[in-house]
């Protein structure tokens, strides 16, 4: 169970990252402006998912530590993640910031052994590793077809070496704020055992930091506009990305955070496959991106079985 709800994040959070793109192709607000919009739209769908809750059940356990483990991990990952993830591009460009990004898996796994001493059987340990190695190679190749003329991956590695270090240092940062944050989350379904208050202290916590940055940033009055003039693609934003944190606190009630963010890498399979359905960018079906998605498929079906 718990490894189709992570499975389901994966598919979800997908598709929200193909409308922010078809968002961002706009341009008309800043793209901080436009998280601000998506985290808007989290917390408006989690409020009104608690009120109906609350209709049906008396009350809801809660307690301090656990508001408190939720609110980093809202910090941790729809802010800060999204954040130097986005600060990342101007540096290195989408493409590159999301082949280092791919690195959250590997955090979250240490975090799990680490700091909640989470014990991976060894069809377990090979079923991450196989998916980080298939998201890994579906990333560059993905980065590969963003450079017309490199036909191998000793050019696209040494392209990469070239880049800013800064814009490296932003999106590795990326992926160990959302593998820690994963680990927060676990700790804060341990304390209060309902992932509806755990949405909704994570999207309240992020949606008041974007909205304080943007405000020190000076775009106060943009983000009064955006909210009046609602982009239509960062609103189907925010709600699948509602329905993918639903499904990864759901699914960490069931499974380590080690397993359900392996099974979580695979957000960038579906979003090339969401890209191809929605946007027709035909192009990403290479025989390297069919392999990629083989060992990505893999790897799933191991840790959903061990």
């Known amino acids: ?4 709800l992570a499975l389901f994040f994966s598919i979800s959070y997908g598709l929200s990252n193909v409308f922010t793109s078809k968002a961002m192709e706009h341009g008309d607000i800043d793209r901080f402006t436009g998280l601000y919009i998506t985290v808007l ?8 998912v608690i009120i109906v809750y609350l209709s049906f059940v008396n009350s809801i356990e809660i307690n301090l530590k656990g508001i408190m483990f939720f609110g980093i991990a809202g910090l941790l990952n729809s802010f800060l993640a999204r954040g130097v993830f986005f600060a990342a591009i101007p540096y290195i460009g989408v493409s590159r910031s999301g082949a280092f ?6 955090f979250a796994i240490l975090g799990g052994v680490l700091i909640l001493g989470e014990v991976l059987s060894t069809n377990a340990w090979i079923g991450a590793l196989v998916v ?11 980065l590969r077809q963003s450079y017309k003329g490199n036909s191998s991956y000793l050019d696209v590695a040494g392209s990469i070496i070239s880049v800013p270090k800064k814009g490296i240092l932003l999106a590795l940062m990326s992926g160990f704020f959302l593998g820690i944050g994963n680990v927060f989350r676990k700790l804060g379904v341990g304390c ?3 992932s509806i208050v ?8 992020s949606l008041v930091s974007v909205a304080v940055f943007q405000v020190m940033k000076g775009k106060a009055k943009e983000l009064v506009y955006a909210t009046k003039h609602m982009n239509r693609d960062y609103f189907l934003s925010g709600l699948f990305s509602s329905v993918a944190l639903y499904s990864v606190f759901m699914a ?3 499974i380590p955070v080690s397993y359900s963010n392996s099974i979580g890498a695979s957000e960038s399979l579906f979003t090339m496959l969401w890209s191809l359905i929605i946007c027709g960018k035909k192009e990403l079906l290479t025989i390297r991106t069919f392999i990629g998605t083989v060992i990505v ?3 799933i079906s191991l840790l959903m079985l061990f």
Request: no cysteine.
């Open 1 to 4: 169970m718990g490894q189709l």
């Open 101 to 106: 990004k791919v690195i959250s898996p590997v």
């Open 41 to 48: 739209i989290n917390t408006i769908i989690n409020a009104l």
């Open 192 to 194: 209060i055992p309902s």
């Open 252 to 254: 960490l009630k069931y």
């Open 198 to 205: 755990g949405v909704f202290i994570g999207s309240v916590v």
């Open 132 to 142: 980080i190695f298939g998201v890994t190679f579906l990333s560059f190749e993905t």
């Open 297 to 299: 498929v893999a790897g």
